[in-house]
Each structure stands twice: as C-alpha cells, then as structure tokens.
C-alpha cells in the first residue's frame, strides 16, 4: 500500500491522480517522492513501459531545458562512437527490463525498456528516474543527467502536499 500522503504528494506534484503506482522509487532529499515505480500495465489495463516516473515537477522542468539544449542528441552520438557507454547503458536496459518483470510481465511491452534504451537517448526524465530509483552506477546517461540538474530541492518541497481528509 502506498501511504495516502505520498499519494496526494505524487497527485500534486503531477497535476492529477497518479495511476498504478507500485511502491514510492524514491524521496527527494526533502523527503517527498520524485520517482514512483510504477505497475507494467496500470489499472484500465494500458500496458505501461515506464516503470520509474519521475515526478517532481521542479526536476522535470530542469530537465526539459537540458533536452531543450540538445543534450539527447550528444549523448545519442557518443553512444555511437564510445563502446563502453553503449555496453553501460545496454546494460541499464537490462537492468531496467529485470525490475520490471519482478512486477509482472506484460507482453505487449516485452523487450522494451524507456527512454530510447538501449540504442537511442530520448527521454531523459527517464533516464534520471532509473539512476535515482536503482542507484549511481547503473545508468551511466542518468548519471550525467543528475549531476547536470544540481540541487533541484535546495529550495525546498517542490509542493504543498494537501492534508488528508
């Protein structure tokens, strides 16, 4: 079960009820979640391949502008000529795709990760969602997406989270 007040925090931070919600994937240092795992096929049966979604609005609008600046496409070009980034993030593909079937498998969406994984780079909310809820070291591009957003809490909860009721 997830506690009622991360699920009003999650709702705040997105705008709208989440859905399928695992588990909390991780809490931002000022102690809100910023990624929920989320269930390979959500409530109404839409097979859903992300399964780490980030949800802080404040490093989701941070990274938007890195997007905006061009940093997928760099980062899809060094994939092409770096043979140790590739085989890293083939194997944050694999990673990713292993945590997903611990939550149930989805045919639909059988093989594919997120994020563009494990050829392309086109989602770096994605790619950032996986380093936080699986740790450093398993997603070298998501590393590199951390380290460029700073302290996106430094300012505080991102939100207000409603009382219960």
Known sequence: MIDPADERAVAAQLGRLPRGIHEIGHRCPCSLPDVVTTEPRLPD????????????????????????????????????????????????????????AEL???????????????????????????SLAQGRGVNPLGDEVLDELGAWWASGPCVEVPPGG
Request: aromatic fraction near 6%; hydrophobic fraction near 35%.
């Open 45 to 100: 049966g839409t097979p859903f391949p992300t399964t780490y979604y980030l949800t802080c609005p404040r490093a989701a609008s941070r990274i938007g502008t890195l997007e905006g600046e061009g940093r997928m496409k760099a980062m899809q070009d060094r994939l092409g000529t770096d043979p140790e980034l590739a085989a890293a993030y083939r194997n944050a593909h694999e990673r990713y795709l292993a945590a997903r």
């Open 104 to 130: 149930g498998q989805v045919d639909e969406i059988e093989g594919i990760s997120a994020g563009g994984m494990p050829d392309r780079v086109k989602c770096l909310h994605v790619l950032a969602g996986q």
